[in-house]
């Protein structure tokens, strides 16, 4: 048997008008494989919200060899069409109505809503701040894959029903609240949640997800580097192949060294 390493991100939550998205559901670990294909399917961002008139939208699931991590939840809103933070990977920040709530779910929860301010959506590694009276809650922070020693999954910043008030998302492609304008994505590959807008402005969309699978370069894991699929590159001692969208890996062991023996040898075999 051979193990792979894997790291599945899914997509991040839309930011809402104010509230942060929360990001996509973050796993990674080790997985038995054997030669053959295996589909990685990468799940896309929500939609940010759209001020007064539409929610922002969960992010889709990321999967592999029945791995399934969730897409992230979507931030709240506030006017006219008040939505509470959802569940997701990690749950979108409250809106700062009285007894907004927040999402949680595989990740941490987004932070609270307290007016004006919209809570900031949680991230693989924190939760995400709540709002205050006076600015929106920063998205919490993502996790590191030891592998690559990229950030992944990070919240979105939350914003205020107000011109100003605009947070930070968290790190790992967290979206950032703008003041008076709409929110920014989360970052495409990272699945950060989308930034909350402010002022009358719309939520930013959350960012795709990503899947990836590494073993040792030197087929100690079982695994050769004649295996196909994705972006293939290497990190120190191991082979990576990144799928941004989805796609099929397709795993060859690896071989088992010289058939030469001492035995042979003796046969007249190899000569």
Same mark, same amino acid.
């Given at each position: 048997?051979a ?5 599945i991100? *899914?997509?991040?939550?839309g930011?809402g008008s104010?509230a942060?998205g929360?990001? @996509?559901?973050?796993?990674a670990?080790? $997985?038995?494989v054997?030669?053959g294909?295996y589909?990685i399917?990468v799940g ?10 539409t929610?922002?939208?969960?992010? =889709?699931?990321?999967t592999?060899n029945?791995?399934?991590?969730t897409?992230g939840g979507?931030g709240g809103?506030?006017v006219d %069409?008040?939505g509470?933070? #959802?569940n997701g990977? $990690?749950?979108?920040g409250?809106?700062?109505? *009285? @007894?907004s =709530?927040?999402?949680g779910? #595989?990740?941490n929860?987004?932070?609270a809503?307290?007016h004006?301010g ?5 991230g *693989?590694?924190a939760?995400g701040v709540?709002g ?6 920063a998205?919490?922070?993502?996790s590191?894959?030891?592998i690559?020693?990229?950030v992944y999954?990070?919240?979105g ?6 011109a =100003?008030?605009?947070?930070?998302g968290g790190?790992g492609?967290g @979206?950032?609240?703008n003041?008076n304008?709409?929110?920014?994505a989360?970052?495409?590959g990272l699945?950060?949640g989308g930034g909350?807008?402010g002022?009358?402005s719309?939520g930013?969309?959350g960012?795709d997800?990503v899947?990836?699978?590494a ?5 100690s894991d079982? %695994?050769s580097?004649?295996s196909?699929g994705? $972006? %293939?590159?290497?990190?120190g001692a ?8 989805? @796609? ?5 062991a690896?071989?088992?060294? $010289?058939?030469?023996s001492?035995r ?5 075999v190899?000569?």
């Open positions: 048997m193990t792979a390493n894997y790291l991100v *899914a997509g991040g939550g930011g104010p942060g929360g990001a @996509g559901g973050y796993k670990g080790t $997985s038995t054997t030669a294909a589909t399917t896309t961002g929500g939609a940010g919200g759209v001020y007064a008139t929610l922002a939208g969960n992010g =889709t699931g990321s592999f029945g791995i399934t991590s897409g979507a809103d506030v %069409i008040a509470t933070g #959802q990977g $990690s749950g979108g409250g809106d700062p109505t *009285a @007894g =709530t927040t999402g779910g #595989q990740g929860n987004g932070g809503g307290i004006p919209g809570g900031g959506g949680g *693989a590694s939760v709540a205050t009276a006076g600015a929106g809650g998205g919490g922070n993502g590191t894959w030891a690559n020693s990229v999954a990070g919240g910043g939350g914003n205020t029903t107000g =100003t008030g605009a947070a930070s790190t492609g @979206g950032n609240a003041n304008i709409a929110g920014s989360g970052t495409n699945g950060g909350g807008g002022g009358g719309n930013g969309r960012g997800g899947g990836i699978v073993y040792k370069t030197d087929g079982g %695994i580097t004649s196909t994705g $972006s %293939i590159t290497t990190s191991y082979t990576l192949h990144t799928f941004t969208t989805s @796609g099929t890996w397709t795993m060859v690896a071989g088992g060294g $010289s058939t030469f001492p042979m040898a003796l046969m007249g190899g000569r």
